[in-house]
């Protein structure tokens, strides 16, 4: 693996790049731009309890100037709004993802998720803000989504579309070249499989007809060759059985060098010194029915529980059917699937303790700080779901730290290179 991810993982620089977080959910992405060395001035989201536990973490990290708006991002996007947000600071990146639940494979793909356009307000916000450069984080989904018929902020009416050239064209129309990419994060020292599309901008002018680059062109991470495997993330914390609750790690487990590095911290404070973890949070796992267990233990190491049904002869078929058929035991020595936002999708590879992951081990999939806190309701269900965001789907929503910083890095390396070359 990549040993620069884990040792001085604390960049220091002489000046701070100020960056703007919009959708920010409890705050994957502003993890990795301050592991980068970025100061992160101002955030956004909906979401109540994402807001919190954002909040409570650049608290914790003594960034007390950080400001926080919770609430519709439309609100945001006028100039007086946005000037009294940002109050006088200047901002050189924008970074965010939004949301993505209408644009992904694995969902509905509703075409009348009124979320689906939430990408304008984040243009809204870079033609009001004028940053140097912005990120954009999707699902792969995005990459084939049509939208039948929208206007652009230019003006610009757009039919049968896909999202990507809406977005390379309205950024034009803004001054800005948008370059995108499907990347893995698990090529960036995160041990999962989690493909995302990513939206490199950066400013530009059109003179008669020839693109002027204002700052230096940003470059996508190269992906790394060593992966970091389920067993590499959370071999430490399998002593935990279903129904149980702790704040104590067992030191009968030798920590792996990925392991150390959350328990120690990524993240920089205030003061550019690390965050180690004092107490082991966010590590319970939920109880099981015995019907439930039974067929946890039946399931082989990467197999989905629709897969083990085929396999079943009919009498078990009918004692162990059920409708969660994308749930799937990891395998130890390789990576994890894609994070989602429910609980009950991963079963822990023990064979000695079925059950599913606690939000602390998904966390260390995700690659976030031990010492990054979940805050709010642990789980819901029903039509909570729509008004309240748990600690799993806070997890499931969020982007990679370690994913965000390997992009990061880059636009870091981008804005040194304009101080030298574009003055």
Same mark, same amino acid.
């Given at each position: 693996?990549?040993?620069?991810?884990?040792?001085?993982?604390?960049?220091?620089?002489? !000046?701070?790049?100020?960056?703007?977080?919009?959708?920010?959910?409890?705050?994957?992405?502003?993890?990795?731009?301050?592991?980068?060395?970025?100061? %992160?001035? +101002?955030?956004?989201?909906?979401?109540?309890?994402?807001?919190?536990?954002?909040?409570?973490?650049?608290?914790?990290?003594?960034?007390?100037?950080?400001?926080?708006? +919770?609430?519709?991002?439309?609100?945001?996007?006028?100039?007086?709004?946005?000037?009294?947000?940002?109050?006088?600071?200047?901002?050189?990146?924008?970074?965010?993802?939004?949301?993505?639940?209408?644009?992904?494979?694995?969902?509905?793909?509703?075409?009348?998720?009124?979320?689906?356009?939430?990408?304008?307000?984040?243009?809204?916000?870079?033609?009001?803000?004028?940053?140097?450069?912005?990120?954009?984080?999707?699902?792969?989904?995005?990459?084939?989504?049509?939208?039948?018929?929208?206007?652009?902020?230019?003006?610009?009416?757009?039919?049968?579309?896909?999202?990507?050239?809406?977005?390379?064209?309205?950024?034009?129309?803004?001054?800005?070249?948008?370059?995108?990419?499907?990347?893995?994060?698990?090529?960036?020292?995160?041990?999962?499989?989690?493909?995302?599309? %990513?939206?490199?901008?950066?400013? %530009?002018?059109?003179?008669?007809?020839?693109?002027?680059?204002?700052?230096?062109?940003?470059?996508?991470?190269?992906?790394?060759?060593? %992966?970091?495997?389920?067993?590499?993330?959370?071999?430490?914390?399998?002593?935990?059985?279903?129904?149980?609750?702790?704040?104590?790690?067992?030191?009968?487990?030798?920590?792996?060098?990925?392991?150390?590095?959350?328990?120690?911290?990524?993240?920089?404070?205030?003061?550019?010194?690390?965050?180690?973890?004092?107490?082991?949070?966010?590590?319970?796992?939920?109880?099981?029915?015995?019907?439930?267990?039974?067929?946890? !233990?039946?399931?082989?190491?990467?197999?989905?529980?629709?897969?083990?049904?085929?396999?079943?002869?009919?009498?078990?078929?009918?004692?162990?059917?059920?409708?969660?058929?994308?749930?799937?035991?990891?395998?130890?020595?390789?990576?994890?699937?894609?994070?989602?936002?429910?609980?009950?999708?991963?079963?822990?590879?023990?064979?000695?303790?079925?059950?599913?992951?606690?939000?602390?081990?998904?966390?260390?999939?995700?690659?976030?700080?031990?010492?990054?806190?979940?805050?709010?309701?642990?789980?819901?269900?029903?039509?909570?779901?729509?008004?309240?965001?748990?600690?799993?789907?806070?997890?499931?929503?969020?982007?990679?730290?370690?994913?965000?910083?390997?992009?990061?890095?880059?636009?870091?390396?981008?804005?040194?290179?304009?101080?030298?070359?574009?003055?």
């Amino acid at each position: 693996m990549s040993q620069s991810f884990f040792h001085s993982s604390i960049a220091i620089h002489s !000046k701070k790049y100020n960056v703007l977080d919009l959708f920010s959910g409890a705050g994957g992405m502003s993890e990795g731009f301050l592991q980068a060395g970025f100061k %992160i001035t +101002n955030a956004c989201d909906y979401s109540s309890e994402a807001a919190e536990t954002y909040q409570n973490r650049h608290r914790q990290l003594g960034y007390k100037d950080s400001v926080f708006f +919770n609430g519709d991002i439309k609100k945001l996007t006028t100039p007086k709004k946005m000037n009294d947000f940002l109050n006088g600071k200047k901002i050189d990146v924008i970074v965010g993802g939004p949301p993505c639940q209408g644009f992904s494979i694995s969902g509905k793909r509703n075409k009348d998720d009124p979320r689906n356009v939430l990408f304008l307000e984040y243009l809204k916000v870079v033609k009001l803000v004028k940053p140097k450069y912005f990120v954009i984080e999707n699902v792969e989904g995005i990459l084939t989504f049509k939208i039948d018929k929208i206007t652009g902020i230019s003006g610009t009416i757009y039919e049968n579309d896909i999202v990507p050239n809406i977005i390379v064209n309205e950024a034009k129309k803004l001054g800005y070249h948008v370059e995108y990419r499907l990347l893995n994060a698990k090529n960036y020292s995160v041990p999962q499989n989690r493909p995302r599309v %990513i939206f490199l901008g950066h400013m %530009i002018k059109n003179v008669k007809g020839k693109i002027i680059h204002l700052v230096a062109p940003p470059v996508f991470p190269t992906p790394q060759e060593n %992966i970091i495997s389920v067993e590499d993330a959370i071999s430490d914390l399998r002593f935990l059985t279903a129904g149980k609750k702790t704040s104590n790690y067992d030191n009968r487990y030798k920590p792996t060098h990925y392991q150390l590095a959350l328990r120690n911290g990524l993240t920089p404070n205030i003061n550019g010194n690390s965050v180690p973890a004092t107490s082991l949070s966010n590590h319970w796992s939920s109880r099981h029915t015995e019907n439930v267990v039974d067929r946890f !233990k039946m399931l082989e190491h990467g197999e989905s529980i629709g897969d083990l049904l085929k396999r079943l002869s009919s009498d078990e078929y009918k004692k162990y059917k059920t409708k969660k058929y994308r749930c799937t035991k990891l395998h130890p020595k390789s990576v994890s699937p894609t994070v989602l936002t429910l609980p009950d999708d991963i079963v822990h590879y023990d064979l000695k303790n079925p059950r599913i992951l606690s939000v602390r081990e998904l966390a260390r999939l995700q690659s976030f700080d031990d010492s990054f806190e979940f805050l709010g309701k642990r789980t819901t269900g029903g039509n909570r779901r729509r008004l309240e965001t748990p600690q799993y789907t806070q997890v499931g929503n969020a982007v990679p730290p370690l994913f965000a910083k390997a992009i990061a890095r880059q636009i870091m390396k981008a804005l040194k290179d304009s101080e030298q070359n574009f003055r």
